[in-house]
């Protein structure tokens, strides 16, 4: 399991690496994306390339390889995976290096592709609080693709820490509640699901898309008036699933047996 | 020029790398210095370390060597330079590699801290558009410190070039002017300077330092309204200054001879 795919080849995870020319390490000039396996099977592939490739649009940016050679590579990376066992495998493409400049003449020449595997750790009930350091920015399309530029998120982790809880739920700048650090949120308030729109800056998650689905949930604002009525909710992102236990010390009560999380992860 | 200071070591540009887990370059996790030199000498050495300095504290990131090691390394670097010749310096400082997460328990394990040097182009008069495709997000503290993350940089740069014209002024998120591309500016409205103030998103030029004193130019707020009313600008950073020649296909005829260019930009 501590085999890099880099550009075509399998390298040992100590040997992989990019030049500092790179515009993934100069700017953050690339995307990414975190597929969860179980064993050697991956799941939702074709969703997260959909997604990979909607970003790039969105960035001006060439995936270097077929989806299918992508496929292959993290069918190799997973084959001496224990059955059974969760992974996070991370596919990441950049625009490479290149001359200094954001945009140089040569920006596009050879983007970077690399695929690398992890364990996952097993969720479990998280402690929040609502991020008073920065905001979500919803008036940028970056809010929306899964850009490698995640410095306000690690801000927000990092002063969930210094608090002395889990995570952070943090807020755009207009104070409607965006989503946590690495997942998408889903609030009960009177009895109904509800989790923030796409255009209030959240990554449109795919485990978002199943939880909608099957607990009919609504996707409308929330401001953070809003979230104080919620008594459950929870964190989701394509790895897994975690209730928020409680937000600025208020307990979140509610009862998550119902949700079918098994349902929803899947393959 | 071609060498590259990498965790105290000079390696040729060509083999200058880092882990495909450095957090510099999975998450943007790390900030960064551009300095100019000419021939052998760094320009504003004492500041940049300051502004780097301030940096890492808003990010909670160790510099892993000290200003005289940095210093030393510079010197070398610039050696073998042509005299009268310009190059930028780019000091890149990052949380280093670390296992998958935000905020994994070994994150701080070894920041990584790299040193390049590139020829600096002439700077030229320049059109410019205001950006439309995404905004400065003021609410956030990594508007005001050389964070990696400057994908909304990179879109708005590329907007301009889509659009026939060479950069773009981008606006917060409250429709402020915030700053070029990658630089900060001034206009000339009525008579009189003014430059964005840090708390509408913008990064504390050490360039546009020296400009408020050289013109006594007022730091507020300015509307993209007041923006159709100056008849006179320019974009600076520590490597250069620009005239913007037009916004919007609007001229900007104002004379820019009395502006003390050589003033400022002197080591």
């Known amino acids: 399991m501590s085999a890099v ?3 075509g080849d399998f390298v040992d995870q100590s040997e992989a690496r990019v030049l500092v020319a790179d515009r993934g390490f100069t700017l953050a000039d690339g995307i990414f994306e975190t597929i969860k ?3 050697s099977t ?3 592939l074709s969703e997260h390339f959909e997604r990979l490739k909607a970003g790039a649009v ?3 940016l060439t995936i270097p390889f077929s989806e299918t050679r992508i496929s292959d590579a993290i069918d190799r990376l997973l084959a001496g995976a224990t059955e059974d066992t969760p992974s996070a495998i991370r596919l990441t493409v950049t625009r490479g290096s290149a001359a200094r ?3 140089p003449k040569d920006a596009a020449s050879q983007p970077t592709c690399v695929l690398t595997v992890a364990p996952s750790p097993a969720t479990h009930p998280q402690d929040f609080v609502v991020c008073r350091s920065t905001r979500r ?3 940028s399309p970056l809010s929306r693709i899964k850009s490698l530029g995640y410095g306000d998120n690690i801000l927000a982790r ?5 608090r002395g809880v889990d995570d952070a739920i943090m807020l755009n700048t207009q104070r409607h509640v965006a989503c946590a650090t690495v997942g998408n949120v889903f609030f009960r308030i009177e009895g109904a699901w509800v989790t923030p729109p796409k255009a209030d800056g959240i990554l449109p998650g795919l485990a978002r898309k199943r939880f909608i689905v099957e607990l009919g ?3 409308s604002p929330l401001s953070s008036d809003m979230l104080r009525k919620s008594d459950a909710g929870f964190v989701c992102n394509s790895l897994g699933f975690s209730q928020i236990k409680s937000i600025d010390a208020r307990d979140l009560p509610g009862d998550l047996t119902e949700i079918p999380i098994e349902a929803v992860y899947s393959p």
Do not use: C, S
């Not at 990092?158 to 210094?162: H, K, Q």
């Open 137 to 139: 920015n919803e008036h």
């Open 158 to 162: 990092r002063e969930a820490i210094n």
């Open 217 to 219: 949930a609504a996707e």
């Open 37 to 39: 396996a179980v064993g």
């Open 42 to 44: 991956p799941f939702w």
């Open 101 to 103: 400049g954001l945009w």
């Open 5 to 7: 795919w880099l550009n």
């Open 58 to 60: 969105e960035i001006g």
